[in-house]
């Protein structure tokens, strides 16, 4: 992989912490615009970020941001702020010396920190609380201070660790038209978020992770459709294994109907589970099978799948 | 590629960089860290190691205003030497300087904070020799002042006798060395403890053999006593301590070598440790978790 100097690129990058896979085999680039990191917990995003700002250092393989790497400091740190989900804070500072100080280290002089920190307070809705201690702010002040920070110094890229977590629907709002705005100036906007709904609306493009792997990566549309390629495995227990299976084949999105040993549950792999719930409901209306339970079988990326296939195959 | 290519090379590297950025960063970072740990309640210990032999002195100076002999003055002065080569030196500033200087990074990350650090746009050396001398000048603030309060205490009870003693005697000579190598020492221990931190998760254990060398070194080759600060520090105290017996270890100096040399060597000594906390500083990552 060539990184251009516009681009974010991971190029077969695997972290292991000991024996303990963090990600494994990352190979994508970024452009810019809103890229959102979905993903259950532990599937590797936090250090996919951590990797990417030179947190933690790649096992293998190797990381460009716009053609720099984090062991260029000055020039890497100027183009990158990454607000963490570390919730803590130096002992004692207050929100203004928070943002003012590393503005100092980045060689901008008094009136410039203090025009540049003012800004920020003023974009993260922080003014009228700037001068008292962060020990004393709310969840949702201390991730909007920290999200400050990392804008203050005008970054070409900005990474965002669940961004969202702690504000208030309000704060939620006015945080998402910030990253909109960001990013319609031409940056790069990286953010990972449980929260779906807020990242299926604000994304340009999704990386889907899983136990350290990427799973799926583009613009939603491609990930939909890839992902409506992809068959999900649905396990249905019930008083007739037989006759679900053979209802079930007679689906064309139905890839496998499998009877398992104990001869009462049903492994159904489908492209369509949407459609294989109303033959389902079909069955059991007409009295021909009792369901004692239905279960996804590939549980978590699953949720997030079905999510964004959405119910209608389009945006939910 | 020939020698003096690569001497010419490493010129031209050094003539790019940003020497004035990195003193400003130097400037900042010293300036945050003395704020953040010189007045402090986790700091509390430190101060105490310093004013001990003060609350010592200052007691006794209560109790024995009134037996004063201007012959004593020459015993105070053994007593101070002994304060000074045997408290100071081997424990009260060997202890603080464990304290203050395995916290700069290990502080960080017992707090969640080093992150901060890492995500501007400051060269990890930069940030380990800001750290380091913030570390030195809070130790030497607090022990210069603290051998500076037990020279008062000293001779200020004699009254013009101890004025005699300081102003025309060699006092001021033996102020300005003690001063120096509680300086020395700082910067000496700062260096090693700063180094421990960054190779060790709990610098405990190496501190305590550290400080066990530094007991023992004198019976070891010249050589080997070079690797230990105390070695240095000795042949720049003013006072001979007259101590007999096993004691007589710490003070013993085996091998006479001139000031010049001691403070340039430890100096020396400190530099190269503070290269390889620079070289250990690159590949520290941040390894605590959100939760």
Request: net charge neutral.
């Amino acid at each position: 992989m060539t990184p251009g100097a516009s681009q974010i690129a991971f190029d077969n990058v695997s972290k292991f912490y000991g024996e303990v896979l963090g990600v494994n085999k990352v190979n994508f680039s970024i452009e810019p615009g809103i890229t959102s990191l979905v993903g259950p917990n532990g599937s590797g995003k936090t250090t996919l970020m951590n990797l990417l700002t030179g947190l933690i250092k790649p096992s293998h393989g190797a990381i460009y941001v716009l053609g720099l790497t984090p062991q260029q400091p000055i020039e890497f740190f100027r183009q990158v702020g990454y607000c963490t989900q570390f919730d803590s804070f130096p002992p004692g500072t207050n929100g203004y010396d928070f943002i003012y100080w590393p503005l100092r280290l980045h060689g901008f002089g008094h009136d410039q920190a203090t025009k540049l920190t003012n800004e920020a307070l003023d974009r993260a809705g922080m003014t009228p609380v700037a001068r008292r201690k962060v020990a004393g702010y709310s969840k949702g002040m201390r991730q909007r201070i920290r999200l400050a920070q990392a804008i203050a110094h005008h970054p070409s890229v900005l990474v965002l660790d669940e961004p969202l977590n702690g504000l208030d629907p309000m704060a939620r709002a006015e945080s998402i038209a910030l990253f909109g705005a960001i990013a319609k100036q031409g940056m790069h906007v990286i953010i990972s978020s449980h929260i779906l709904e807020e990242v299926d609306r604000i994304s340009d493009r999704v990386v889907l992770m899983s136990s350290g792997y990427v799973v799926a990566e583009g613009q939603i549309k491609e990930v939909r459709r890839e992902v409506r390629d992809h068959p999900m495995q649905i396990l249905v227990r019930c008083s007739n294994a037989a006759k679900l299976a053979s209802a079930a084949f007679e689906l064309d999105h139905v890839v496998e109907a499998k009877i398992l040993s104990d001869g009462q549950s049903v492994l159904v792999r489908t492209r369509d589970a949407e459609q294989f719930s109303l033959l389902l409901n079909k069955i059991v209306s007409a009295g021909l099978v009792e369901v004692d339970a239905v279960a996804p079988a590939d549980d978590d990326v699953n949720s997030i799948y079905q999510y964004l296939i959405g119910s209608d195959g389009g945006p939910v | 590629m020939s020698v003096q290519e690569s001497v010419a090379r490493a010129q031209s590297t050094l003539k790019e960089q940003p020497w004035r950025l990195f003193a400003t960063q130097i400037a900042i970072l010293v300036r945050t860290e003395v704020r953040r740990n010189l007045f402090t309640r986790r700091r509390i210990w430190v101060y105490l190691l310093a004013l001990i032999p003060v609350l010592f002195i200052g007691t006794h100076d209560i109790f024995s205003r009134y037996h004063l002999d201007p012959a004593q003055i020459e015993d105070d002065t053994e007593v101070l030497a002994g304060v000074i080569q045997l408290y100071y030196l081997r424990l009260g500033i060997f202890f603080a300087c464990m304290g203050i200087f395995t916290w700069l990074f290990r502080g960080e990350m017992v707090q969640r904070t080093l992150h901060y650090q890492f995500l501007v746009p400051v060269r990890r050396e930069v940030l380990v020799v800001g750290k380091f001398l913030a570390g030195v000048v809070i130790s030497i603030l607090l022990f210069a002042t603290a051998v500076l309060a037990c020279f008062f205490l000293i001779y200020a009870r004699f009254g013009s006798a101890g004025r005699f003693y300081v102003f025309d005697g060699p006092g001021l000579a033996q102020l300005g060395s003690y001063l120096l190598v509680t300086a020395l020492a700082c910067i000496g221990y700062g260096a090693v403890f700063l180094a421990l931190s960054l190779l060790f998760k709990n610098p405990v254990v190496p501190g305590a053999m550290l400080l066990g060398w530094e007991a023992v070194a004198p019976i070891f080759p010249s050589w080997a006593q070079h690797l230990s600060v105390t070695f240095y520090l000795k042949h720049l105290c003013p006072v001979k301590l007259p101590v007999d017996g096993p004691l007589a270890i710490f003070t013993v100096v085996a091998e006479p070598v001139s000031p010049f040399i001691s403070i340039f060597g430890l100096l020396c000594l400190t530099v190269a440790i503070v290269i390889l906390s620079c070289f250990l500083i690159r590949r520290l990552e941040v390894t605590y978790t959100a939760e």
